[in-house]
Structure formats: structure tokens, C-alpha cells
């Protein structure tokens, strides 16, 4: 019983370590085509990656308020790609309440820096609720363009 345990939290501890790179510390520099996620809790920060990596903003949101984030400032498109935009829903089908995530899938493409800005607007009152930035500095990599 007492290895069981032991194994359990052994394994658990394993995983935890394992996934950290994952969650994307903003202040972390990233090897070629890994990827980070960056969310609410990194606003204002810099991400300091190289060209080719790809990247993920998390942001959560208020999901039956109806309210919604979008780009106040988007990010050069010379340094960074926008690949995707998703609405994952939190709350599972049929129960009222909770919150979703916006999530923008994005690539490193060219060295220079950039800034994005985001806000969360009101669905009920039309006015921004909630902000988040990102400042994004890639590094080049070879055979990458580089921006101007």
C-alpha cells in the first residue's frame, strides 16, 4: 500500500515537472518549434522566442455574460502570425454558468518586436472590461526573414 502511494505520488510529482515548459513562462526563451501558452496572469510581460516557434494567448472570460475578446492592437505581421483564433467553453453542454477561453494559436515568423494588445468587451454594457498585452521579441533563426 505504502509503494502504491509512493509510485502515485512520484508519478504525479513526474508530470507536474513535465508540463511546466508547457504553461510558458513569459520571461522564458523558447527552442525552435516548442510551445507556450501565454495567459491572463502574463499581461504587460515580454516573450522572448525564436523565429519558427509556435505559441498560444489563453485568455479567460466571462462565457454566459456573452461578452467577448478581441484585438485592440494586433501584432506586426512581420514578426508574428495568427494561425487560429477558438472559443472553448469551460462549462460542459447544458449547465449555466462559467467561462471560456479565447485562444489565439500564433507563430514566430520573422526577428524584431511587437506589442499586442487585447480587450475583453461587455456584451450587456459595450465597454472594455478587461486587458490584456504582450510584447513578443523574436530572435531569427536561419533561413527565416527578418522584419524591418
Not at 491572463?40 to 475578446?69: I, P, Q, Y
Not at 502570425?81 to 454558468?97: L, T
Not at 504582450?134 to 522584419?147: D, E, F, I, Q, Y
Request: with cysteine.
Amino acid at each position: 500500500m505504502a509503494r502504491a502511494f509512493t509510485r502515485t505520488v512520484l508519478t504525479a510529482a513526474t508530470l507536474v515537472l513535465a508540463a511546466g515548459p508547457l504553461a510558458g513562462s513569459a520571461a522564458a526563451t523558447s527552442g525552435s518549434h516548442a510551445s507556450y501558452v501565454f495567459t491572463n496572469a502574463d499581461s504587460g510581460k515580454t516573450a522572448t522566442l525564436t523565429a519558427g516557434t509556435t505559441f498560444k494567448v489563453r485568455l479567460k472570460g466571462c462565457g454566459d455574460c456573452g461578452d467577448s475578446w478581441s484585438f485592440s492592437h494586433r501584432p506586426s505581421t512581420k514578426v508574428v502570425k495568427v494561425v487560429k483564433r477558438q472559443v472553448i467553453p469551460v462549462a460542459k453542454p447544458g449547465m449555466v454558468g462559467g467561462y471560456n477561453h479565447t485562444v489565439w494559436t500564433m507563430e514566430a515568423v520573422g526577428q524584431g518586436t511587437t506589442t499586442m494588445r487585447m480587450a475583453e468587451h461587455s456584451a450587456s454594457q459595450g465597454k472594455v472590461i478587461k486587458r490584456f498585452s504582450l510584447t513578443v521579441k523574436v530572435n531569427a533563426s536561419a533561413g527565416l526573414p527578418h522584419s524591418g
